[in-house]
């Protein structure tokens, strides 16, 4: 398959409206400065969410939410976080789940991500380790829980849209047949 670079007017202008949409939205005041984050703090922090977490290697957690099992791997050298959860084996998923996950990292994954490695589709969370805050931390875990739960249906990390994406009218269709599915039961 060869990808041809184009500008096209419609695609410049609707690109050029969605920067500007960004721009506009007010953005949340940064947390105040805390000290860097740690792999101590992230196992005070994982044993709080799970006290029967397991820390496998001074840089690698395993522990549950809500019955789904979640890694921690740190590099504090490279200063990198990530927590991964799997959800299914890649080669189980078409072409069309495949634009979704691709689609939904653009606007309903928000910062968990849909990834493909070993054989399996991820819902991962990365950042930045020295930057990570608890309370960002938390919201990362939650985020890579509910992708990965509503992988194949809503292809969301939370009640968020990020605009200017195809998720919206996605997810709008979802809701329309499930409601016709439901009317079509109670007649």
Not at 92 to 105: G, I, K, S, T
Not at 137 to 145: E, I, K, P, T
Request: proline fraction near 5%; include cysteine; aromatic fraction near 6%.
């Amino acid at each position: 398959m060869s990808v041809t670079r184009r500008s096209t007017p419609g695609i410049l202008a609707g690109a050029l409206l969605w920067a500007s949409a960004c721009a506009q939205e007010e953005s949340p005041q940064p947390a105040p400065p805390t000290a860097p984050m740690t792999g101590e703090r992230l196992d005070r922090l994982i044993g709080r969410i799970d006290e029967d977490a397991q820390r496998l290697a001074p840089s690698q957690w395993q522990f549950t939410v809500a019955d789904r099992a979640l890694v921690v791997i740190i590099d504090e050298a490279a200063d990198r976080m990530r927590v991964v959860t799997p959800i299914v084996e890649a080669k189980l998923v078409d072409d069309e789940l495949f634009r979704r996950m691709l689609q939904a990292n653009y606007d309903s994954a928000l910062d968990a991500r849909y990834a493909v490695a070993q054989g399996v589709v991820w819902s991962v969370f990365i950042h930045p380790l020295g930057e990570l805050t608890d309370r960002f931390f938390l919201s990362g875990v939650g985020q890579v829980v509910n992708a990965a739960d509503t992988f194949g249906t809503t292809f969301s990390s939370g009640v968020l849209l990020f605009g200017g994406g195809d998720s919206g009218q996605l997810q709008r269709k979802l809701l329309d047949d499930l409601e016709k599915l439901l009317e079509k039961h109670r007649t």
